[in-house]
């Protein structure tokens, strides 16, 4: 008897521990199932998530779709605090309301652009003011690296032009103290390359003023009323971006003598001219901007640019005499190796009629000469053979021919 209940509870203990062992496996695989369930679920979530952005994404996108364009307009005048003039883009006047939610008043000033509604034409919005990309990329955003220094034989020159563009800019307390109106423009005049545009980048090195360049072929354009209006808008930006100093080079591209009997291309360019000659001119002050133009033929100009009150001031700009040759090569052989018979004073004699365009060609050519040569540094034999090459060009009689410029004016 007491055998077989041995046996007995054997039996049923091994019952039981297989129990709990199957019990325990199947635990386990609700484990992992749960887990994977888990893991599913927060995978749909996530889904559902970026599903649900997606189509508020496309929906805002359709609503964009269906909202009617908006009509392009100009404000002419704000009657009170809720309604203006607006002149819209097709040409007529309308009384338009507008929202101080959506639009700030301080921003509708006359000449504005705003958005206005197709239906209702409504202010909805207030639009930058469009401007050309081409007028925009005139700004020279980095300092010209040019001083005061770089210039030989200009000290009158120098001097002037501080006195009509730099010191307005950099010291207007002196003209408000004596009460007086410093200078609008001034007109630089000289043969090619006797450093016309070198002074000009001089004094926006000396000064803070942006400096705004643009070539008077640049505004030259092939439809009628484009370069006008291109000249409207580089005013306009040198008188947002004030102080600045706006560089006209080559200006008798669009400021020669009118005449009666011109083609269509010409008068478009007169065009352009006389939108010129009103922006310098101008009812309204300018604020700190200052207009140097610079030109090699200051005789085919027109009278009415050259009047007091547009370029006030005209700077002659001669070529070199023997001094300020001189003067021009210390300049630019300063960081070259010289042989001691290098005589700079020679030089200059050798070089009658060269501009500083010249003399900075003789010496980059006579460096060049040196390296060919593989020599260690620069001789007087390398400047001699560089001057022979340099001054054998065919413009030698047309500098001679405009060497005395100011008698043009007289």
Do not use: W
């Amino acid at each position: 008897m007491r055998s077989e209940g041995i046996s007995y509870g054997e039996g049923y203990s091994r019952f039981l521990q297989d129990k709990m062992r199957q019990l325990e496996e199947t635990n386990l695989l609700l484990r992992d199932r749960l887990e994977k369930i888990e893991q599913e679920s927060r995978y749909y979530q996530e889904m559902q998530v970026r599903y649900e952005r997606e189509i508020k994404r496309l929906r805002s996108e359709l609503e964009k779709l269906r909202t009617p364009p908006m009509l392009v307009g100009t404000v002419v005048n704000v009657i009170d605090g809720k309604r203006l003039v607006v002149r819209s883009s097709t040409g007529p006047q309308y009384v338009v309301t507008y929202t101080r939610q959506y639009v700030e008043p301080s921003a509708l000033v006359p000449g504005a652009r705003v958005a206005l509604n197709q239906e209702s034409l409504a202010v909805v919005s207030v639009l930058p003011s469009a401007r050309d990309p081409s007028v925009c990329g005139m700004e020279v955003i980095e300092s010209p690296d040019v001083d005061y220094s770089m210039i030989g034989g200009l000290a009158e020159q120098i001097e002037e032009i501080r006195e009509v563009v730099e010191l307005p800019l950099t010291a207007p307390e002196r003209f408000e103290r004596v009460g007086v109106e410093p200078p609008r423009g001034v007109l630089l005049i000289g043969p090619p390359g006797t450093g016309k545009t070198l002074l000009a980048k001089a004094v926006a090195k000396r000064t803070s003023a942006t400096f705004i360049r643009v070539v008077g072929s640049e505004l030259v354009q092939k439809y009628i009323g484009e370069g006008a209006r291109m000249v409207r808008e580089l005013f306009a930006m040198a008188k947002e971006k004030a102080p600045s100093i706006l560089f006209i080079d080559e200006i008798d591209a669009i400021a020669t003598r009118r005449m009666d009997d011109g083609s269509s291309g010409e008068r478009e360019v007169q065009r352009t001219l006389m939108q010129l000659l009103a922006e310098i001119d101008g009812f309204d002050p300018r604020g700190n901007v200052r207009i140097i133009g610079a030109t090699n033929r200051p005789d085919i100009l027109d009278p009415a640019l050259l009047r007091p009150g547009r370029f006030d001031r005209i700077i002659e700009i001669p070529i070199p005499d023997k001094e300020a040759r001189a003067e021009i090569f210390r300049i630019h052989t300063a960081r070259l190796k010289l042989k001691r018979d290098v005589d700079l004073a020679k030089l200059a004699e050798l070089t009658e009629n060269a501009t500083g365009a010249d003399i900075k060609a003789i010496v980059t050519e006579a460096g060049m000469l040196t390296v060919k040569a593989n020599k260690r540094a620069v001789g007087m034999e390398e400047f001699e053979h560089a001057i022979k090459k340099v001054m054998a060009n065919g413009h030698r009689d047309y500098l001679m021919s405009l060497k005395d410029m100011s008698a043009m004016f007289r």
